[in-house]
Nanobody
């Protein structure tokens, strides 16, 4: 099981910014690709962004392209999601997960367990 902890969520007004962090608790599968997902109330979980281990491959959902940026610091076993120009429709609980292949995260497949996530609320 991949142990990942999300943080950095909060409440902001439309147009604001947040940076989310996803920290791995240990070295297990530390070289896996990482991705961000979100789930709004009453809705299915959806893919947001993913990044390969070395950062050379990234994927973004069309809804966040140009506004969000995923990055990682492997020395800290941490992945980030910089969220700019936030919109009310970005309101959701954000989760991170991992997979051996970045493409699988893009395709809504994560091998880690789903944790508590971090709440992002954007008001209009």
């Amino acid at each position: 099981q991949v142990q990942l902890v999300e943080s950095g969520g909060g409440s902001v007004q439309a147009g604001g910014s947040l940076r989310l962090s996803c920290a791995a608790s240990g070295r297990t599968f530390s070289n896996w690709a990482k991705g961000w997902f979100r789930q709004a109330p009453g809705k299915e979980r959806e893919f947001v962004a993913a990044i390969s281990y070395l950062g050379g491959v990234t994927y973004y959902a069309d809804s966040v392209k140009g506004r969000f940026a995923i990055s990682r610091d492997n020395t800290k076993n941490t992945v980030y999601l910089q969220m700019n120009s936030l919109k009310p429709e970005d309101t959701a609980v954000y989760y991170c997960n991992a997979h051996l292949q970045t493409q699988n995260l893009r395709d809504m497949n994560g091998l880690g367990s789903w944790g508590q996530g971090t709440q992002v609320t954007v008001s209009s």
